[in-house]
C-alpha cells in the first residue's frame, strides 16, 4: 500500500487529497487533512479521481479514422497522419483555416496550460475558441477595462467578509469559480459565525440559497438592473465611501449620472424584487463593516452579461471594499501571475480581430463559439477547413450544439487531444488521448489567480505511465505546424518554451538545472513570483505552502493608461443605453437557465458510475404554477423548444424555481452514435445546449445567453 498527495485537478477548489494505491490500483481517496488550503474538504467528485484512472472507456492509445472507423494506431503513425493533413491545410489555406477550441479541462491540466500557448501561437490562428465564450469572458472584459488586466478579477475575501452578496453562483455546488475556495460551505457558515450575513441573488432556490441568510429570486438577465438600482441608492443616499482608493478612483460622477434613470421602483417589475427591498439592501451594503459584491455564471451567461460583471466591481468600490480585508480582493499567486510584477503592460484592448462572418470581436484573443458553425459552413477566403479540439466538448457545451455537430462533419481534418471518444472527438480524424491525472504532475496555475487565501502546491505524478505526457504530445504538434515535421527535436522545442518563459520572467533558464518539462517551467515561473519560491521548496511541502491571507494591492496593480481604477470605461458604458431599453420591454413569460451539479463538471464527468448512479438528474424543473398552466405533470416528458431546437426531457416540478423559468442542467445528451462511453451513454439526459441560440449574445463580450433563452414548453406527445 502506497499513498500520495495531490492537488485534485478536477475544478477550481484546488483540494488537496490523499490517495492511497494498492500497487497500481487506487484502494481510497479522502481529502487531506493536513493541506494546508482544504484541511481535508473532499466532494464526490474527487473521490471519483480512482474511478477516472480506471475507467476502462478512457483511451490509451492514439485513434485514427480509417473509412469512418476508428482504429488504434502507434503515436508515430498518428502524427505522420496529422502531418500529411494538416500541413496542406495551412499551406494552401493560410493560419486561419486552422482553428482551435480549447475546453474548460485545459485550464485544469498543467501541460496544456503551459505548452498549449506554444501551440497556439505556432498555428497563429485568429480564429481560437475555448468555453471562456459560453463562461466568464464578460468578467475578464470588465476587469480589463477597470483595472487594465484581464485577469486582475478581485475575489471575495470569505474568510474575513461580515457581508457577502452573491449573484447567479452556486459554489456550494459549484465548489467555488473564478473564486479558488474548498469547503465554500464552511466559509459561508464562518460568514454567519462571525455575525456577519450572506445574500443570495438567484431565479433558483439553490443549496447555497438555502443556507444564506437571505435569498431574492430575481427574474433572469435583470441582475444588472438590480445592481444598477442599488448602484442608484447609494448615490442618492450620499453613501459613496470609496475610501483609501479614493485617489486612485476615475469615473464616479459618471457613474452616478447613468445610474440616474435606474430607480429601484423602475427595476421592481422587471427584477421581480420590490422596491423596498433593494432599499434595504443597499443600506446593509453601505452600513457592514466589510462586505463583498460576487457574480458567478448566471450573471456571466446572459444578454447583459458584463454590464452585470462591471457593476458588481462598481459596487465593490463605491462601498469601499474593493482591496480592503473583508472586502474583494486580489489574490498574489506565486507563479505565473501577470500582476505580481509592476512592469508594465500594454493598456487592455478588445476587437484587436473580428471573425470573419458575423464580424464579431475578440476578446482576450478568442472569438466566440456562437460562431464557430459560421466560420466552417461559410465559403471564401479564411474558412475554417481544419479543427484542433484540446480536452473539450464543444458538441455538447456550444450554443446551437446541434448545428455545430453538423458543421463539423464539413471538416477537412480535424485532431482532438481527448481522454474520450465523445460526442465531439467522434468527429475527429485523429485523437490523442493524454495520461489520466494521477499520471501527470500538476500545478494550479491559472486557479491560483483566484484564490481566497494565498497558497501553493505542488503535486509529481502519483503513477508512472506509457503515455506520452501532454507537454510532449503538444510539442509534436508544435513542430508539425512549424513545418518541423512529425518526429521533430522536442528536447530543443522544450528548451526553446522554457528559454521563453526565462526571459519574460528576467532569470537565465539555467537557474532550474537539469529539469525539463512542466517542472522547469514552473520552477521558472515560481523563482520569478513575489515569494522568492523554487520548485524543491514546494517538492518538500506535500501538503502545500500556506502564502497567507490575502493583502490589499491597490494601487501597484492597476494597469490601465491612467494609471488608475477606471469606474465608467467608454467601452463598457456603451452598453448602458441597452440595459436602459430593457427598463421598457415585455419579458418572455417562460426563459430557460441552466442548474450545476455537484457530481458533475459540465459534460466530462458522466462516464464515471459513481457520479451518475441513482435517480435521472437532467431533468426539467418547474414551478407547479407554469407545471398546471402548460399541463405537465411530475415525471412526465415535457418537449422544450427553442428558436434553436428541441428536446424532450423528464419533467420535476418543484417550487424550489422561480414562476417563468425553467431550469436544465447542461453537459448532458450522451446518445450519439459512435461515441466509447458506455456509461455515459447509459445516462444520457438531454442537451440543454441544443436550445440555446448562437445569435443570442451579450453584446460586448460575444458570450452566449445560456440564462434567460425564451422556450416554449408542452407535455411531450405519447
Ligand atoms: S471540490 Fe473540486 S477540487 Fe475539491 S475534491 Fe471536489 S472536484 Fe476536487
Same mark, same amino acid.
Given at each position: 500500500?502506497?499513498?500520495?498527495?495531490?492537488? #485534485?485537478?478536477?475544478?477550481? !477548489?484546488?483540494?488537496?487529497?490523499?490517495?492511497?494505491?494498492?500497487?497500481?490500483?487506487?484502494?481510497?481517496?479522502?481529502?487531506?487533512?493536513?493541506?494546508?488550503?482544504?484541511?481535508?474538504?473532499?466532494?464526490?467528485?474527487?473521490?471519483?479521481?480512482?474511478?477516472?484512472?480506471?475507467?476502462?472507456?478512457?483511451?490509451?492509445?492514439?485513434?485514427?479514422?480509417?473509412?469512418?472507423?476508428?482504429?488504434? %494506431?502507434?503515436?508515430?503513425?498518428?502524427?505522420?497522419?496529422?502531418?500529411?493533413?494538416?500541413?496542406?491545410?495551412?499551406?494552401?489555406?493560410?493560419?486561419?483555416?486552422?482553428?482551435?477550441?480549447?475546453?474548460?479541462?485545459?485550464?485544469?491540466?498543467?501541460?496544456? =496550460?503551459?505548452?498549449?500557448?506554444?501551440?497556439?501561437?505556432?498555428?497563429?490562428?485568429?480564429?481560437?475558441?475555448?468555453?471562456?465564450?459560453?463562461?466568464?469572458?464578460?468578467?475578464?472584459?470588465?476587469?480589463?477595462?477597470?483595472?487594465?488586466?484581464?485577469?486582475?478579477?478581485?475575489?471575495?475575501?470569505?474568510?474575513?467578509?461580515?457581508?457577502?452578496?452573491?449573484?447567479?453562483?452556486?459554489?456550494?455546488?459549484?465548489?467555488?469559480?473564478?473564486?479558488?475556495?474548498?469547503?465554500?460551505?464552511?466559509?459561508?457558515?464562518?460568514?454567519?459565525?462571525?455575525?456577519?450575513?450572506?445574500?443570495?441573488?438567484?431565479?433558483?432556490?439553490?443549496?447555497?440559497?438555502?443556507?444564506?441568510?437571505?435569498?431574492?429570486?430575481?427574474?433572469?438577465?435583470?441582475?444588472?438592473?438590480?445592481?444598477?438600482? @442599488?448602484?442608484?441608492?447609494?448615490?442618492?443616499?450620499?453613501?459613496?465611501?470609496?475610501?483609501?482608493?479614493?485617489?486612485?478612483?476615475?469615473?464616479?460622477?459618471?457613474?452616478?449620472?447613468?445610474?440616474?434613470?435606474?430607480?429601484?421602483?423602475?427595476?421592481?417589475?422587471?427584477?421581480?424584487?420590490?422596491?423596498?427591498?433593494?432599499?434595504?439592501?443597499?443600506?446593509?451594503? !453601505?452600513?457592514?463593516?466589510?462586505?463583498?459584491?460576487?457574480?458567478?455564471?448566471?450573471?456571466?451567461?446572459?444578454? =447583459?452579461?458584463?454590464?452585470?460583471?462591471?457593476?458588481?466591481?462598481?459596487?465593490?468600490?463605491?462601498?469601499?471594499? @474593493?482591496?480592503?480585508?473583508?472586502?474583494?480582493? =486580489?489574490?498574489?499567486?506565486?507563479?505565473?501571475?501577470?500582476?505580481?510584477?509592476?512592469?508594465?503592460?500594454?493598456? =487592455?484592448?478588445?476587437?484587436?480581430?473580428?471573425?470573419?462572418?458575423?464580424?464579431?470581436?475578440?476578446?482576450?484573443?478568442?472569438?466566440?463559439? !456562437?460562431?464557430?458553425?459560421?466560420?466552417?459552413?461559410?465559403?471564401?477566403?479564411?474558412?475554417?477547413?481544419?479543427?484542433?479540439?484540446?480536452?473539450?466538448?464543444?458538441?455538447?457545451?456550444?450554443?446551437?450544439?446541434?448545428? @455545430?455537430?453538423?458543421?463539423?462533419?464539413?471538416?477537412?481534418?480535424?485532431?482532438?487531444?481527448?481522454?474520450?471518444?465523445?460526442?465531439?472527438?467522434?468527429?475527429?480524424?485523429?485523437?490523442?488521448?493524454?495520461?489520466?491525472?494521477?499520471?501527470?504532475?500538476?500545478?494550479?496555475?491559472?486557479?491560483?489567480?483566484?484564490?481566497?487565501?494565498?497558497?501553493?502546491?505542488?503535486?509529481?505524478?502519483?503513477?508512472?505511465?506509457?503515455?506520452?505526457?501532454?507537454?510532449?504530445?503538444? @510539442?509534436?504538434?508544435?513542430?508539425?505546424?512549424?513545418?518541423?515535421?512529425?518526429?521533430?527535436?522536442?528536447?530543443?522545442?522544450?528548451?526553446?518554451?522554457?528559454?521563453?518563459? !526565462?526571459?519574460?520572467?528576467?532569470?537565465?533558464?539555467?537557474?532550474?538545472?537539469?529539469?525539463?518539462?512542466?517542472?522547469?517551467?514552473?520552477?521558472?515561473?515560481?523563482?520569478?513570483?513575489?515569494?522568492?519560491?523554487?520548485?524543491?521548496?514546494?517538492?518538500?511541502?506535500?501538503?502545500?505552502?500556506?502564502?497567507?491571507?490575502?493583502?490589499?494591492?491597490?494601487?501597484?496593480?492597476?494597469?490601465?493608461?491612467?494609471?488608475?481604477?477606471?469606474?465608467?470605461?467608454?467601452?463598457?458604458?456603451?452598453?448602458?443605453?441597452?440595459?436602459?431599453?430593457?427598463?421598457?420591454?415585455?419579458?418572455?413569460?417562460?426563459?430557460?437557465?441552466?442548474?450545476?451539479?455537484?457530481?458533475?463538471?459540465?459534460?466530462?464527468?458522466?462516464?464515471?458510475?459513481?457520479?451518475?448512479?441513482?435517480?435521472?438528474? #437532467?431533468?426539467?424543473?418547474?414551478?407547479?404554477?407554469?407545471?398546471?398552466?402548460?399541463?405537465?405533470?411530475?415525471?412526465?416528458?415535457?418537449?422544450?423548444?427553442?428558436?434553436?431546437?428541441?428536446?424532450?426531457?423528464?419533467?420535476?416540478?418543484?417550487?424550489?424555481?422561480?414562476?417563468?423559468?425553467?431550469?436544465?442542467?447542461?453537459?448532458?445528451?450522451?446518445?450519439?452514435?459512435?461515441?466509447?462511453?458506455?456509461?455515459?451513454?447509459?445516462?444520457?439526459?438531454?442537451?440543454?445546449?441544443?436550445?440555446?441560440?448562437?445569435?443570442?449574445?451579450?453584446?460586448?463580450?460575444?458570450? %452566449?445567453?445560456?440564462?434567460?433563452?425564451?422556450?416554449?414548453?408542452?407535455?411531450?406527445?405519447?
Amino acid at each position: 500500500m502506497t499513498t500520495a498527495h495531490v492537488t #485534485c485537478p478536477l475544478c477550481e !477548489a484546488t483540494c488537496g487529497l490523499e490517495v492511497t494505491f494498492d500497487g497500481d490500483t487506487v484502494t481510497e481517496v479522502r481529502g487531506d487533512a493536513e493541506d494546508v488550503f482544504s484541511h481535508g474538504f473532499i466532494c464526490p467528485k474527487g473521490a471519483s479521481l480512482g474511478a477516472l484512472h480506471h475507467d476502462p472507456d478512457r483511451l490509451r492509445t492514439p485513434l485514427i479514422k480509417r473509412n469512418g472507423e476508428f482504429v488504434e %494506431a502507434s503515436w508515430d503513425e498518428a502524427f505522420a497522419e496529422i502531418d500529411a493533413r494538416l500541413r496542406p491545410v495551412l499551406e494552401k489555406h493560410g493560419r486561419d483555416a486552422v482553428a482551435v477550441y480549447a475546453g474548460n479541462p485545459s485550464v485544469h491540466n498543467l501541460a496544456v =496550460f503551459l505548452y498549449g500557448r506554444a501551440l497556439y501561437k505556432a498555428i497563429g490562428t485568429k480564429n481560437f475558441y475555448t468555453a471562456g465564450t459560453v463562461d466568464q469572458i464578460p468578467k475578464h472584459f470588465s476587469c480589463g477595462y477597470m483595472f487594465g488586466d484581464p485577469v486582475s478579477i478581485p475575489v471575495p475575501d470569505l474568510d474575513r467578509t461580515r457581508f457577502l452578496l452573491m449573484l447567479g453562483a452556486n459554489p456550494l455546488v459549484s465548489n467555488g469559480s473564478l473564486m479558488t475556495a474548498p469547503d465554500v460551505r464552511g466559509r459561508l457558515r464562518g460568514i454567519r459565525e462571525r455575525g456577519g450575513r450572506v445574500v443570495v441573488v438567484d431565479p433558483r432556490r439553490t443549496r447555497t440559497a438555502e443556507l444564506a441568510d437571505e435569498h431574492y429570486p430575481i427574474r433572469p438577465g435583470a441582475d444588472a438592473l438590480l445592481l444598477f438600482a @442599488l448602484v442608484h441608492v447609494l448615490c442618492a443616499q450620499r453613501r459613496v465611501a470609496l475610501g483609501r482608493l479614493a485617489e486612485h478612483v476615475v469615473g464616479v460622477d459618471e457613474v452616478r449620472e447613468l445610474a440616474k434613470p435606474f430607480t429601484p421602483e423602475a427595476v421592481a417589475p422587471r427584477t421581480g424584487i420590490p422596491a423596498y427591498d433593494i432599499r434595504r439592501l443597499a443600506g446593509e451594503l !453601505a452600513d457592514a463593516e466589510s462586505a463583498a459584491v460576487y457574480g458567478r455564471i448566471g450573471t456571466t451567461t446572459q444578454s =447583459f452579461g458584463t454590464l452585470t460583471s462591471w457593476l458588481v466591481d462598481v459596487l465593490n468600490v463605491l462601498t469601499g471594499n @474593493l482591496d480592503r480585508e473583508g472586502g474583494a480582493m =486580489f489574490p498574489l499567486a506565486a507563479a505565473g501571475q501577470a500582476n505580481s510584477t509592476r512592469n508594465r503592460r500594454k493598456p =487592455f484592448s478588445t476587437g484587436r480581430w473580428r471573425s470573419r462572418v458575423r464580424d464579431l470581436p475578440e476578446v482576450i484573443g478568442e472569438i466566440p463559439v !456562437a460562431t464557430l458553425a459560421d466560420e466552417i459552413n461559410t465559403p471564401g477566403e479564411g474558412q475554417v477547413r481544419a479543427l484542433l479540439t484540446v480536452c473539450g466538448n464543444p458538441c455538447l457545451s456550444a450554443p446551437n450544439a446541434g448545428r @455545430l455537430a453538423e458543421a463539423l462533419r464539413q471538416l477537412d481534418f480535424m485532431v482532438s487531444l481527448d481522454i474520450y471518444l465523445n460526442e465531439t472527438s467522434r468527429h475527429a480524424d485523429v485523437i490523442l488521448p493524454g495520461p489520466s491525472p494521477l499520471e501527470r504532475p500538476h500545478y494550479p496555475v491559472g486557479l491560483y489567480q483566484f484564490t481566497v487565501h494565498n497558497v501553493a502546491n505542488w503535486t509529481p505524478p502519483a503513477r508512472p505511465t506509457d503515455l506520452p505526457q501532454d507537454w510532449q504530445t503538444l @510539442l509534436r504538434l508544435t513542430g508539425i505546424v512549424t513545418g518541423q515535421g512529425p518526429n521533430a527535436d522536442i528536447a530543443a522545442l522544450d528548451a526553446f518554451v522554457a528559454g521563453e518563459v !526565462a526571459k519574460g520572467a528576467g532569470l537565465d533558464v539555467s537557474v532550474a538545472g537539469e529539469r525539463t518539462g512542466p517542472e522547469r517551467l514552473v520552477d521558472l515561473l515560481l523563482r520569478a513570483g513575489p515569494y522568492d519560491l523554487t520548485l524543491a521548496d514546494l517538492e518538500a511541502s506535500p501538503h502545500g505552502v500556506d502564502l497567507g491571507p490575502l493583502r490589499p494591492r491597490m494601487p501597484d496593480i492597476l494597469n490601465t493608461a491612467r494609471g488608475k481604477i477606471e469606474l465608467a470605461p467608454e467601452a463598457i458604458t456603451g452598453d448602458v443605453p441597452r440595459l436602459a431599453a430593457e427598463l421598457d420591454t415585455d419579458v418572455s413569460p417562460l426563459v430557460l437557465i441552466g442548474r450545476r451539479q455537484l457530481s458533475s463538471n459540465n459534460s466530462w464527468m458522466h462516464n464515471l458510475e459513481p457520479l451518475v448512479r441513482g435517480t435521472n438528474r #437532467c431533468t426539467l424543473h418547474v414551478h407547479p404554477e407554469d407545471a398546471n398552466r402548460i399541463g405537465l405533470a411530475h415525471g412526465g416528458m415535457a418537449t422544450v423548444r427553442s428558436r434553436a431546437g428541441k428536446i424532450e426531457v423528464p419533467v420535476e416540478i418543484t417550487s424550489q424555481i422561480r414562476p417563468g423559468v425553467i431550469s436544465i442542467p447542461h453537459g448532458w445528451g450522451h446518445h450519439a452514435e459512435g461515441t466509447r462511453t458506455a456509461v455515459a451513454t447509459a445516462h444520457a439526459g438531454a442537451n440543454s445546449n441544443v436550445l440555446a441560440d448562437e445569435y443570442l449574445l451579450d453584446e460586448l463580450s460575444g458570450t %452566449a445567453v445560456l440564462n434567460g433563452i425564451p422556450i416554449d414548453v408542452e407535455p411531450a406527445s405519447g
